[in-house]
C-alpha cells in the first residue's frame, strides 16, 4: 500500500519561502516519478510540478517557473517543493501523488492527504 504524507504547509506573506515535503511509504520509491499539485478554493485541482524517477528531469507549471524547485531524495523515500518568491494566488491545498506504474512521468494515482499553504499580500 502506497502512503504518502506531506508536510511543511502554512502561512507565510507575499514574497516569501515555503519548503514542503512528502515522505512515501515502500521500498520502490526510486522507481516511481513523483509530482506536486495544488487545489485552490472553488477551482480543480492543477499540475505544479514533477521529477522523474531518478531526478534527472523535472517540469513545471508555467504559473510557478523560475520560482519553485521540485527535488527528491530517494535514500530518503522524500520528495521536496521549494517554493520562493511566493505570491496570494499560490495560496491552494498542495498534494504530493505519485503516478500507478514505475518509470512513467505519467499516470498518477496516489495522493496524500494535502498541506495548506496560504500566501497574505
Known amino acids: 500500500q502506497v502512503r504518502l504524507v506531506e508536510s511543511g504547509g502554512g502561512l507565510v506573506q507575499a514574497g516569501g519561502s515555503l519548503r514542503l515535503s512528502c515522505a512515501a511509504s515502500?521500498?520502490?520509491?526510486?522507481?516511481?516519478?513523483m509530482g506536486w499539485f495544488r487545489q485552490a478554493p472553488g477551482k480543480e485541482r492543477e499540475f505544479v510540478a514533477r521529477?522523474?524517477?531518478?531526478?534527472?528531469?523535472?517540469v513545471y507549471a508555467d504559473s510557478v517557473k523560475g520560482r519553485f524547485t521540485i527535488s527528491r531524495d530517494n535514500a530518503k523515500n522524500t520528495v521536496y517543493l521549494q517554493m520562493n518568491s511566493l505570491k496570494p494566488e499560490d495560496t491552494a491545498v498542495y498534494y504530493c501523488?505519485?503516478?500507478?506504474?514505475?518509470?512513467?512521468?505519467?499516470?498518477?494515482?496516489?495522493w496524500g492527504q494535502g498541506t495548506q499553504v496560504t500566501v497574505s499580500s
Open positions: 501523488g505519485r503516478p500507478v506504474v514505475a518509470f512513467q512521468d505519467g499516470g498518477f494515482g496516489y
Open positions: 515502500g521500498r520502490t520509491f526510486s522507481s516511481y516519478a
Open positions: 521529477i522523474n524517477w531518478n531526478g534527472d528531469s523535472t
